[in-house]
């Protein structure tokens, strides 16, 4: 059951040509301004403080030293991730088109004018054209997941059939069920944080983690994809932030704090909320993002219905595709010479002074 919906249960910019996606990205720096090092590519200062600016934008209280160290630390270490995969995506030829960057970044403006827009950038800290290559980056890396991971995924009839019969019970729905997915990221220190890479260790890094993986999907990256890398719920992160069972209406309604519930009730198939702040007697426990993957009807639904298919079809590939990128990840991490100097020298001057 929701218990307040308890806590339930990727970067450098590519330029026009796949060849200059690695050398764009670096601002030519000495080597002791290098933080990082992915292969033969090194990661700048200068770049990692414009991602840093462009994540605390807007924040209504700047970090302290120590709080700052850990947000360069955990989005340095997301630059590092996505190097890996702009780099494999380089190596398979895989880039983005200008017509998808266009058609991308058309889509981004229709809700609004084009004052509203510039303005939208310039509080995120993009001009137009960083903003371009931003859309590059990421479609290149959903290109690239689609061809390594999606393209080997294959569902059968068999398959579908084979889980209906062991799951037919769960298509016999007495009220609305609802099929959810969160990110969830605690303000609370005492989370073993070894186990959650960028663990937040209190409010103010909670809020600015929160706000990172938004605008993260604002800008396009999918859903699960962020859940898995981001999500500090151990239980569904691995699962792209899904829930195995659905959530009836009656529940939802009754057992779930008002603002999930709102949230939650909102949202059309597909769509994500706002940032939820998690509530508790005295203050948040922390933040999540809620998405909607589908509502079911009430009444029994035989396997020849094609939304129940396609139900099926969808949680299989999902299940699958989800494995299959976590051991992709492994792989491809495995297989680069990565160094995070950044990450070196706190440990070095940690307790000098």
């Avoid at 026009?16 to 080597?31: E, F, Q, T």
């Avoid at 569902?155 to 059939?161: A, K, L, P, R, W």
């Avoid at 309604?253 to 008002?258: G, I, L, P, Q, S």
Wanted: glycine fraction near 6%; hydrophobic fraction near 35%; include cysteine.
């Amino acid at each position: 059951m929701i218990q307040a919906l308890k806590p339930w249960g990727s970067l450098c910019v590519v330029t026009l040509a796949v060849m200059s996606l690695a050398s764009s990205c670096n601002h030519g720096g000495s080597d002791k301004d290098v933080v990082a090092k992915v292969n033969a590519y090194k990661i700048s200062r200068s770049e990692l403080d414009k991602v840093f600016n462009r994540q605390i934008a807007g924040s209504p209280q700047k970090p302290n030293a120590e709080q700052e160290a850990a947000l360069r630390l955990q989005l340095l270490e997301q630059l590092i991730g996505q190097q890996i995969y702009l780099q494999k995506a380089e190596k398979l030829g895989i880039v983005a088109t200008d017509d998808e960057v266009e058609s991308k970044l058309a889509q981004d403006k229709a809700p609004f004018t084009k004052e509203e827009f510039e303005k939208k950038l310039k509080e995120a800290g993009f001009t137009e054209d960083e903003r371009k290559q931003e859309i590059r980056r990421s479609l290149t890396i959903e290109k690239l997941f689609n061809k390594e991971i999606a393209a080997k995924v294959t569902i059968t009839d068999s398959d579908i059939q084979s889980y209906y019969n062991d799951y037919k019970s769960q298509f016999n729905i007495i009220e609305p069920q609802y099929y959810l997915a969160h990110i969830f990221v605690s303000n609370q220190p005492n989370v073993p944080s070894g186990e959650i890479p960028g663990k937040a260790q209190n409010d103010a890094e909670a809020r600015a983690k929160i706000r990172m993986i938004y605008n993260r999907l604002q800008s396009g990256e999918d859903f699960a994809t962020v859940a898995n890398h981001y999500s500090e719920d151990l239980n569904t992160a691995r699962g792209g932030g899904a829930f195995q069972q659905p959530f009836a209406e009656s529940s939802l309604r009754k057992d779930t704090d008002a603002a999930s519930r709102d949230a939650v009730l909102k949202l059309k198939a597909g769509q994500f909320s706002d940032i939820v702040p998690i509530p508790t007697t005295q203050k948040p426990l922390g933040y999540r993002i809620i998405k909607l993957i589908a509502k079911e009807v009430a009444g029994q639904r035989e396997l020849n219905d094609p939304a129940v298919q396609q139900l099926i079809r969808n949680q299989l590939r999902n299940q699958r595709e989800n494995f299959l990128r976590a051991a992709y990840d492994e792989v491809l991490r495995d297989g680069a010479d990565v160094r995070n100097y950044y990450a070196e020298d706190l440990l070095k001057n940690t307790g000098q002074k």
